[in-house]
């Protein structure tokens, strides 16, 4: 039977539907569809594909399971190694790493490995209501700082071998940038409240609101008996342009803009915080946070929504999905542009108007490519006179994210680069003994899955250095 060149598509939700709605864009395959696309594998003996996994799935194990239409066999492939499959079907980039390695990519389309993942976890969600057994106690305790990727996979891969571990969230909601930042229409919450939920069966202790740091130190949490400590406590602090403007009534990070909406459910009637709706919208930016700040905006009642950016489409960082979602949308790319000034209103005749202070435009300048940069990509380079403004409301500055500063700050013999990550080694081991660290607090903004390996690695060498 001839292999059919292009991956089976993803069912969608119309683009003038999802534009209003926060439900899940991505519909998911169906047994039928699913069966179809996981024909498409090769099932290579020397499986590229894993290779350009960070956590390192047996892909085609698990692909053949779904060939024989074994689908809880197949996410019992996946999680041997993934501790957060459902998550992963959906917002890893599959498409510069496994996929990207896929044999049959090199003359058709890839296998679609990750919607794949997704239904495999999916259905096992929704026909599988047995909770996984704990594993017996080896009697060694170990805590995690942050409930976010790296250290979610961290804690369930010590917890498989039966380490006594406990999760310290800042927040009241356990996930981390899964349920602060990533948006509902592309991850459902309840996605990754069942994913915890597993951890939990497996014996993981999750404490919220606990800030270490503030109510709790490193060197505290040693006093309590922990042998060791994996840091996973995330990128939260934001990035801004230092632009003129940058503290006026209406200007967002997109951090504060997507937590008040993903966690603390801003577009809902009666929401528990207040933001910004309707009028129109610059997200300044083009990565994943851009896209996703962009599209909440229009979905919380935007007229009109612009992604300014000062580097072309062929540069622009996001995942070519999401921007195809977001043009579909009605997202108005406003490339090589870069912000020089956020403008407000005043009325300097009445102190009392209760306009002074809100945005009311963006001041941009056109841009063009020049020789390439440090990054290798070429860089932007401003045109004279081009200057123009677009009469926005609302300005969401979705230009990167560094490490969050608390721990480095309160923990003795912890070093950091310059960027304020922390320095490990290649077991993610810090210079603090038996401390450990991975994710973006080590290597700045990145995506879900290299956390995930970066706690997996960490996961391992903390069980060598207990265990022996």
Not at 274 to 302: C, E, F, H
Not at 433 to 440: I, K, L, R, S, T
């Amino acid at each position: 039977m001839p292999i059919d060149p292009k991956k089976n598509e993803m069912p969608v939700q119309a683009p003038e539907v999802r534009a209003r709605n926060f439900e899940e864009v991505a519909l998911g395959y169906t047994e039928g569809i699913a069966l179809k696309e996981a024909a498409r594998c090769l099932n290579c003996k020397n499986r590229p594909c894993v290779e350009g996994c960070p956590v390192n799935v047996n892909i085609p194990d698990f692909i053949a399971k779904m060939k024989e239409g074994d689908f809880e066999g197949a996410y019992a492939v996946i999680s041997e190694t993934s501790s957060l499959p459902a998550v992963c079907g959906r917002v890893c980039p599959q498409e510069t790493q496994c996929e990207s390695r896929c044999t049959l990519g090199k003359k058709f389309e890839p296998v679609g490995i990750g919607r794949l993942e997704r239904f495999a976890a999916d259905w096992h969600n929704a026909n599988v209501k047995e909770k996984p057994q704990a594993p017996a106690n080896n009697g060694h305790r170990v805590a995690v700082v942050g409930s976010g990727p790296s250290g979610l996979t961290c804690a369930g891969d010590l917890a498989k071998k039966g380490f006594s571990v406990t999760v310290f969230e800042a927040l009241h909601t356990a996930g981390g940038v899964l349920v602060y930042g990533i948006p509902e229409f592309r991850l459902p919450k309840s996605i990754v409240a069942k994913e915890v939920d597993t951890l939990r069966a497996l014996g993981v202790d999750v404490q919220t609101n606990v800030v270490v740091g503030k109510t709790l130190t490193i060197d505290e949490i040693f006093e309590m008996g922990y042998e060791a400590v994996f840091v996973g406590s995330g990128a939260g602090l934001p990035n801004f342009m230092n632009i003129p403007g940058e503290a006026l009534k209406g200007v967002y990070s997109a951090n504060e803009y997507l937590t008040r909406s993903n966690l603390m459910k801003a577009y809902r009637d009666d929401p528990r915080t207040p933001i910004m709706k309707g009028g129109s919208v610059a997200v300044v930016g083009g990565g994943n946070v851009a896209m996703d700040a962009a599209r909440t905006a229009l979905r919380l009642g935007a007229d009109k929504v612009y992604i300014v950016y000062r580097r072309s489409m062929e540069e622009l960082p996001a995942r070519r999905e999401e921007v195809e979602h977001a043009q579909e949308e009605g997202i108005d790319f406003r490339l090589l542009c870069n912000p020089l000034e956020i403008l407000g209103y005043q009325n300097p005749d009445d102190p009392r108007d209760e306009r002074n202070g809100f945005v009311t435009g963006i001041r941009c300048i056109r841009m063009e490519l020049g020789e390439p940069d440090a990054s290798g990509r070429r860089r932007p380079v401003p045109i004279e006179g081009s200057e123009f403004v677009l009469d926005v409301d609302t300005v969401i500055m979705a230009i990167g994210t560094s490490p969050n500063p608390l721990i480095k700050s309160t923990t003795e013999g912890l070093e950091v680069n310059r960027r304020g990550g922390i320095i490990v080694n290649e077991d993610g081991l810090t210079s603090r003994e038996n401390v450990y660290a991975g994710g973006d607090a080590v290597t700045g903004a990145a995506t879900v899955i290299s956390a995930m390996g970066a706690g997996k690695v960490a996961a391992k060498a903390i069980s060598e250095q207990l265990l022996g």
